[in-house]
């Protein structure tokens, strides 16, 4: 019986233990502006389409997309930037705060949040591309 119960308390700890959000944070740490290395992220790794990234401080550089990205959010801190280039930016809710700069800069380029929240102070510039709810 003493196992029994044993085994439903740990089925319990796992089943109650609530999921891990990874939280990915720019660094800029490489020589380039490239999303995809992973010298650029506090974590050493890349986010993946379920990690939430926060893009605070520039290092060497800003990120720019060196091709089609899919992210749970992006959250952009005072002053930052990001470049999606010629490339297509999925993401969940993209929060641009004050000073900030989300640059569309190829006539391809295209942001596809779920939702948008724009804080004073920021600025969109689109050449070209398209910045679009999904």
């Known amino acids: 019986?003493?196992?029994?119960?044993?085994?439903?308390?740990?089925?319990?700890?796992?089943?109650?233990?609530?999921?891990?959000?990874?939280?990915?944070t720019w660094n800029g740490d490489a020589d380039n502006c490239a999303w995809s290395d992973p010298d650029n992220w506090l974590e050493e790794a890349v986010p993946v389409g379920t990690d939430?990234?926060?893009?605070?401080?520039?290092?060497?550089?800003?990120?720019?997309?060196?091709?089609?990205?899919?992210?749970?959010?992006?959250?952009?801190?005072?002053?930052?930037?990001?470049?999606?280039?010629?490339?297509t930016l999925t993401a969940g809710q993209l929060t641009i705060n004050a000073s900030s700069t989300v640059t569309i800069?190829?006539?391809t380029g295209k942001v596809y949040p779920t939702s948008i929240v724009i804080n004073g102070g920021s600025t969109v510039t689109v050449v070209g591309g398209k910045i679009q709810t999904r």
């Open 1 to 24: 019986m003493k196992s029994i119960a044993t085994a439903l308390g740990i089925c319990f700890l796992v089943l109650a233990a609530p999921s891990a959000l990874a939280f990915f």
């Open 52 to 87: 939430d990234a926060v893009i605070a401080v520039q290092g060497n550089a800003w990120p720019c997309l060196p091709g089609n990205t899919t992210i749970d959010d992006v959250n952009m801190g005072d002053g930052a930037d990001i470049d999606v280039q010629t490339h």
């Open 105 to 107: 800069s190829g006539s």
